[in-house]
């Protein structure tokens, strides 16, 4: 019986490994030149370890990643507690706030101490919570007026989620943040030498028990051939080849796995399930001989007039000396298709934040080096009404073409140890 994974980031290779123990012939179908999706990253000639696309750290929590990492002899997994804080506007001055516990939200000046009271019982709750039904009949932004109240939502949250969901921030679920603080730790964790190692050790590993991993090669379209599939894909080269299939397991995001199943999949199904809406990832990798922030890692930029939603000092997480002694940062964004951002070059995103990062660190100074712009599509989910009310199950339609992505992770938000707990589930259905 040979099972065809189509995708070779984290959800497929662990769905890879899972089918590989029970004995089926696997074969993982890579469009890129190499395993790990947006877990995956590149490595600079003078750097000793490879860096993410997209900024990434694991929670002390990931009980998946953490026991699948186990399970295939990778012991690199480290852990610390990085600073976490939120940038705010402060009278004429930016300033950073630590947001680690519940002390520092305390300590927040733009709140009164009945607010900081609420805003400390609210988040106590959420973390101790079970999910509750509840929290799908409200959005955050309702829960939140209603339980830390307007001052709160006012001057914490709102340019969090207006940043991070734009035009969508008033339609996100309350269970989105339930999920976001109940599995939020301190303290943090990274792979020895990177995400895309632990992703080529694992695609390595995979291999030794016999899987074909096929990298640079896309599929171009799946249809039904006598009781099985026929998987049509593009080489690098330009040549395209059949491969031949019992089962099929698509881990593509749902829209790139409705355009090339649309040969076989019911209208129906493909009409209901393309009412997803996403919003686009931008990370812009900036590098240099001093940091942009001292000493936080992660910062929320909860100030409106910075134009930046997140700012993540990897080197203040992981050793510059991987990097050849230079400090690492990514300024981040999710943006919709027709942003204006993703028409941008790195240079001119970088010219154009400039000022604003100098505001920040006013003793910061140029150059800076772009390292890498980076632009996902089908990157955040949004998860509203609408969301719920399509179907998240791993059978289509159509017999033994069974589907695993990250919009299926709901309640919680997207993350490496949720594709491994996909691949754990999928392979189960398989
Ligand atoms: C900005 C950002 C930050 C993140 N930060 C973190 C973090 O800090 N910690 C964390 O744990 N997770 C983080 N994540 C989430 C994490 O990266 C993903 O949840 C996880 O990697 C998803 O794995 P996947 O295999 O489900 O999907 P993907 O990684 O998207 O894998 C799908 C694969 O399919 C391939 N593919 C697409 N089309 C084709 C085709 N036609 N033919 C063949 N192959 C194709 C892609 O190249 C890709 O490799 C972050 C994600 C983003 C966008």
């Keep these: 019986m040979k099972v065809v ?3 070779g980031g984290v959800t497929g290779l662990t769905t890879a490994w899972n089918l590989l123990k029970k004995g089926y012939e696997v074969v993982v179908i890579e469009g890129e030149e190499s395993v790990g999706g947006l877990a995956g990253g590149f490595r600079e000639e003078r750097w000793d370890w490879a860096l993410e696309r997209t900024y990434h750290h694991i929670f002390a929590n990931d009980k998946e990643v953490i026991a699948l990492a186990k399970e295939i002899g990778f012991d690199g997994l480290h852990f610390k507690r990085p600073k976490t804080a939120s940038l705010m506007k402060v009278g004429d001055n930016y300033r950073i706030f630590p947001v680690d516990s519940p002390i520092d939200f305390l300590l927040l000046p733009q709140l009164s101490p009945f607010s900081k009271l609420r805003a400390g019982a609210t988040l106590a709750f959420l973390k101790t919570a079970p999910f509750l039904p509840f929290f799908e009949k409200t959005t955050s932004v309702k829960f939140i007026k209603k339980t830390m109240g307007e001052e709160v939502w006012k001057n914490l949250w709102e340019q969090l989620f207006r940043k991070k969901f734009g035009k969508y921030a008033e339609y996100i679920l309350a269970s989105f943040m339930w999920a976001r603080i109940k599995k939020r730790t301190p303290v943090l964790g990274y792979p020895d030498n990177g995400f895309q190692y632990f992703c080529t050790f694992f695609s390595e590993k995979l291999k030794e028990k016999g899987c074909v991993v096929e990298v640079g090669t896309r599929v171009m379209g799946v249809d039904r051939r006598g009781s099985g599939f026929a998987i049509l894909v593009s080489k690098k080269t330009g040549e395209q080849l059949e491969i031949n299939a019992d089962k099929i397991v698509s881990t593509l995001p749902f829209p790139i796995t409705l355009h090339v199943g649309k040969k076989m999949l019911p209208q129906k199904y493909i009409y209901q399930q393309s009412k997803r809406e996403y919003l686009w990832a931008v990370n812009l990798i ?7 922030l001292k ?15 997140g700012i993540i000092q990897h080197t203040n997480f992981v050793s510059r000396s991987h990097y050849g002694g230079e400090e690492i940062c990514y300024c981040a964004w999710y943006v919709e298709g027709d942003s204006d951002l993703l028409k941008k070059s790195g240079e001119e995103i ?10 920040i660190n006013p003793s910061l100074r140029k150059p800076l080096r772009v390292i890498r712009l980076f632009k996902a599509p089908f990157a955040q989910p949004i998860c509203d009404r609408e969301f719920l009310k399509i179907e998240r199950g791993f059978e289509t339609p159509i017999k033994n073409f069974f589907v695993a992505n990250l919009d299926m992770t709901y309640p919680f938000d997207r993350g490496t140890n949720y594709a491994v707990k996909l691949g754990n589930d999928v392979s189960q259905m398989v």
Excluded: C, H, R
């Design 5 to 7: 994974i189509l995708g």
């Design 286 to 292: 900036l590098g240099g001989s001093e940091k942009i």
């Design 295 to 309: 000493d936080t890692y992660w910062l929320n930029v909860g100030a409106k007039e910075i134009p930046i939603m």
């Design 350 to 359: 970088a010219s154009s934040i400039f000022p604003y990062l100098q505001k």
